[in-house]
């Protein structure tokens, strides 16, 4: 049975940096993201890779300020957060697929495991 597990969530003030991570267990994970949830709001699509970390995609709001890496060999996946605005506050979310090898989805339904999430604040 997979599992995912998230860390590095907090609290920071706009401007800032945190750096979230995720540790994969249990299985054979290809394509690996990061989506986040705001209260009242649809979890969207933040960050994710490829299998081979070759291929990437962010979404629009984070473009420039935010960079997904994975290390295979310790079965990680991070997402480094910079300039942090107030609208970044949401809980984040680790997302892994057991099956899409080359490409990198962007949307829910596509993700075979998630993590329990992570809370992230970033006051102004």
């Known amino acids: 049975q997979g599992q995912l597990v998230e860390s590095g969530g907090g609290s920071v003030q706009a401007g800032g940096s945190l750096r979230l991570s995720c540790a994969t267990s249990?299985?054979?994970?290809?394509?690996k993201a990061w989506f986040r949830q705001a209260p009242g709001k649809e979890r969207e699509f933040v960050a994710g890779i490829s299998w081979t970390g070759g291929t990437t995609h962010y979404a629009e709001a984070v473009k420039g300020r935010f960079t997904i890496s994975r290390d295979n060999a310790k079965n990680t996946v991070a997402l480094q957060m910079n300039s942090l605005k107030p609208e970044d506050t949401a809980v984040y979310y680790c997302?892994?697929?057991?099956?899409?090898?080359?490409?990198?989805?962007?949307?829910?339904?596509?993700?075979?495991?998630w993590g329990q999430g992570t809370q992230v604040t970033v006051s102004s």
């Open positions: 997302a892994a697929d057991m099956n899409q090898r080359l490409v990198v989805p962007t949307i829910i339904r596509a993700y075979d495991y």
């Open positions: 249990g299985r054979t994970f290809y394509a």
